[in-house]
């Protein structure tokens, strides 16, 4: 190869590798606005692109990337992304954030023993509404893995460093006394022993009052029933005709309780949740 000819491709290569810097400053800049205007698909596919060719970020624009498929709510890809900030960064502050939004795809998978895991990473050098963040998290994660006791902590340090002030915790604290009470006031093992002492019982215990009259009449119609047959023939006939469907319904009757008070628990405890929420979100998570 001439010397000459050998200059003149180095410099149409740098001439080419500039040109492209430029055009994937370009790309991010626009993926940047379209993402602004919420344009989610729009801006992740230009950003895929400019990562793709080789954009000099790549812990930013992966960032950039998962927070475009959050809100697409394409959860598994946001979460692959997230780690990949995580790991092609050097930066604390971003690193946190990373770990931060993946705790919050995790929890909104319902995956909160992976939610843990991945807040135990958060740098000790963590800024103050990245560490309000961190103690809300946890907050929700342990009281979907049913640690009430230390969700009620989690959520406390939340608010104080938000400085909501004493009435915010005050308020917090009798909502969780409540939380504390529902396995108690709706024990599913309780109800399912009741009705099958006495049939409907169990659920007129957990406040299903339709539920427990209707067990109680069909239980009792099959009773009285069985007691005519008895009077007219005999106790084995009555017996033959009448226990399989005895059984059947006293047996599903105490099941139908159990499931009752259960169904009554996790709906208490969404309804003080959601109270929870609201006492203790921080402001950041109001703006996104």
């Given at each position: 190869?001439?010397?000459?000819?050998?200059?003149i491709?180095?410099?149409?290569?740098?001439?080419?590798?500039?040109?492209?810097?430029?055009t994937?400053?370009?790309?991010?800049?626009f993926?940047?606005?379209?993402?602004?205007?919420?344009?989610?698909?729009?801006?992740?596919k230009?950003?895929?692109?400019?990562?793709?060719?080789?954009?000099?970020?790549?812990?930013?624009?992966?960032?950039?990337?998962?927070h475009?498929?959050?809100?697409?709510?394409?959860?598994?890809?946001?979460?692959?992304?997230?780690?990949?900030?995580?790991r092609?960064?050097?930066?604390?502050?971003?690193?946190?954030?990373?770990?931060?939004?993946?705790?919050?795809?995790?929890?909104?998978?319902?995956?909160?023993?992976?939610?843990?895991?991945?807040?135990?990473?958060?740098?000790?050098?963590?800024?103050?509404?990245?560490?309000?963040?961190?103690?809300?998290?946890?907050?929700?994660?342990?009281?979907?893995?049913?640690?009430d006791?230390?969700?009620?902590?989690?959520?406390?340090?939340?608010?104080?460093?938000?400085a909501?002030?004493?009435?915010?915790?005050?308020?917090?604290?009798?909502?969780f006394?409540?939380?504390?009470?529902?396995?108690?006031?709706?024990?599913?093992?309780?109800s399912?022993?009741?009705?099958?002492?006495?049939?409907?019982?169990?659920?007129?215990?957990?406040?299903?009052?339709?539920?427990?009259?209707n067990?109680?009449?069909?239980?009792?119609?099959?009773?009285?029933?069985?007691?005519?047959?008895?009077?007219?023939?005999?106790?084995?006939?009555?017996?033959?005709?009448?226990?399989?469907?005895?059984?059947?319904?006293?047996l599903?009757?105490?099941?139908?309780?159990?499931?009752?008070?259960?169904?009554?628990?996790?709906?208490?405890?969404?309804?003080?949740?959601?109270k929870?929420?609201?006492?203790?979100?921080?402001?950041?998570?109001?703006?996104?």
């Amino acid at each position: 190869m001439k010397r000459k000819t050998f200059f003149i491709l180095i410099i149409s290569l740098t001439a080419h590798l500039l040109l492209n810097a430029q055009t994937l400053v370009e790309v991010v800049e626009f993926a940047n606005q379209e993402f602004k205007k919420g344009n989610y698909t729009i801006a992740s596919k230009e950003y895929n692109r400019a990562f793709f060719f080789g954009y000099e970020k790549k812990d930013e624009l992966s960032l950039q990337i998962a927070h475009c498929y959050a809100q697409m709510n394409d959860l598994d890809l946001a979460s692959d992304f997230y780690n990949k900030a995580f790991r092609l960064s050097n930066n604390d502050s971003l690193k946190d954030e990373a770990i931060l939004n993946n705790a919050f795809v995790l929890l909104l998978q319902e995956k909160q023993a992976q939610a843990l895991n991945e807040l135990f990473n958060l740098s000790g050098s963590a800024q103050l509404e990245q560490q309000i963040q961190y103690h809300f998290l946890k907050g929700i994660a342990y009281y979907g893995l049913y640690n009430d006791s230390t969700a009620l902590d989690e959520f406390v340090q939340s608010i104080q460093l938000q400085a909501h002030g004493q009435l915010a915790e005050i308020t917090l604290q009798e909502e969780f006394k409540k939380v504390f009470h529902y396995h108690k006031r709706y024990n599913p093992q309780r109800s399912y022993v009741m009705s099958g002492i006495l049939p409907g019982s169990g659920q007129l215990s957990v406040g299903a009052i339709q539920e427990g009259v209707n067990s109680m009449l069909l239980i009792g119609g099959l009773y009285l029933i069985a007691v005519g047959i008895m009077q007219n023939y005999s106790f084995w006939d009555a017996a033959i005709a009448l226990f399989p469907w005895i059984q059947r319904y006293y047996l599903g009757g105490m099941d139908k309780a159990k499931t009752l008070a259960i169904s009554k628990i996790e709906t208490k405890r969404y309804e003080s949740y959601l109270k929870i929420i609201e006492l203790t979100m921080p402001d950041s998570f109001e703006e996104q």
